[in-house]
């Protein structure tokens, strides 16, 4: 009603453009359910489709939007014509196709690598430099398979880390489904250990079958526990809490900083927590850690909906400060739901320790 007509391109056009939109009005809520697909020939080329359908729709109303808010600003200023009106009916599928397809192109490339040095005063000189490698939000699942993992898996391994942090929302499906797709992660590897939490996709998978894969992995699953590394007599810990909403979903999930710090040794000299959730900052300050790793957020993903995530999220991505602790807040190492990412870059992250 909005585009077609202006278009002015006859009754077979505006008839194709209809069955176009109708098509999209299916593949949209099969794109949102494909995770539950089940497996035939055609489901991978259907989710495919519904996920791209997805991505593609959000760009055609926030394009559709901003043309009639331009329309209005040249009406009121007398500029209005029936070519203006003509050619920015036309530009707005243009722009949506460009806008999809270049976050598409930024969704499926591998991650970079993002370095963030994180200044902690009283730093033991043992602990100087101490790298944590963290991946997060992952997603694999319809479109996100063992080849783009096992690429991450082999740039995380380049890196060289003291400690590997995966901080939740691995998967989108069951341990039956996925299970074979999410095996290189046995394959991540760092002199202090690999470490996950549990994302609220976690927890609409399967969490309890998805925690005893992760170990049988090879990973350290802390759940509202921590482990003590040492350098030179200097200790650090490593703790780490179960999603911020796990308590929804199983009472004995629920998350808790000051539980996952119990009984740490008295020379701890840092306190670094892994937390899916940036929302999680408050009680984690509380508790006394000196740094919190989290995702979730995906940095928004692709416009507009970066715009939202501080309705539910203290902050959207980066390094923010939380009374006396650090933050670090993950775009995403991969994606959820359309392959689109656009102004909001994956990331791999490589953190380090610095003396205040």
Not at 71 to 87: C, D, K, S, Y
Request: hydrophobic residues 50%; positive net charge; glycine residues 8%.
């Amino acid at each position: 009603m909005r585009l077609l007509p202006d278009m002015a391109l006859g009754p077979l056009f505006d008839a194709a453009g209809v069955l176009v939109l109708l098509l999209l009005t299916v593949l949209v809520p099969v794109g949102l359910m494909s995770a539950s697909l089940r497996r035939h020939r055609w489901s991978s080329v259907v989710s495919w489709a519904g996920l791209l359908s997805m991505g593609f729709f959000s760009s055609l109303l926030v394009t559709t939007l901003v043309r009639d808010l331009l329309l209005i600003v040249l009406r009121i200023a007398g500029w209005m014509t029936p070519e203006v009106v003509r050619l920015s009916a036309l530009g707005v599928p243009l722009l949506a196709l460009g806008v999809t397809t270049l976050g598409f192109v930024n969704a499926r490339r591998l991650a970079r690598v993002k370095r963030v040095d994180v200044p902690i005063a009283g730093l033991p000189q043992a602990l100087h430099g101490y790298a944590i490698a963290q991946v997060s939000d992952i997603h694999v699942g319809p479109t996100i398979r063992r080849p783009y993992l096992n690429a991450i898996v082999n740039r995380v391994n380049k890196l060289g880390a003291d400690a590997i942090a995966v901080t939740g929302d691995l998967v989108d499906g069951s341990v039956h489904r996925l299970a074979l797709h999410t095996q290189p992660l046995a394959r991540l590897s760092a002199p202090d250990g690999v470490f996950f939490v549990t994302g609220n996709h976690e927890y609409y998978s399967g969490a309890d079958e998805w925690i005893a894969e992760v170990r049988r992995l090879g990973l350290t699953v802390l759940m509202n526990q921590h482990v003590v590394r040492r350098r030179a007599g200097s200790a650090l810990m490593i703790a780490g809490v179960a999603d911020y909403t796990a308590h929804h979903f199983n009472p004995s999930h629920k998350s808790d900083p000051r539980r996952a710090a119990a009984g740490a040794p008295p020379d701890v000299g840092v306190r670094v927590l892994l937390a899916h959730q940036p929302r999680s900052a408050l009680d984690a300050a509380e508790a006394g850690f000196h740094l919190q790793l989290s995702g979730h957020t995906h940095g928004g993903q692709f416009f507009p909906w970066n715009l939202f995530v501080p309705l539910q999220q203290p902050f959207v991505s980066g390094l923010h400060r939380v009374r006396d602790m650090w933050v670090y807040i993950s775009r995403g190492t991969g994606y959820w739901g359309p392959p689109k990412r656009f102004g909001a870059p994956s990331e791999i992250t490589l953190v380090r320790l610095v003396p205040a």
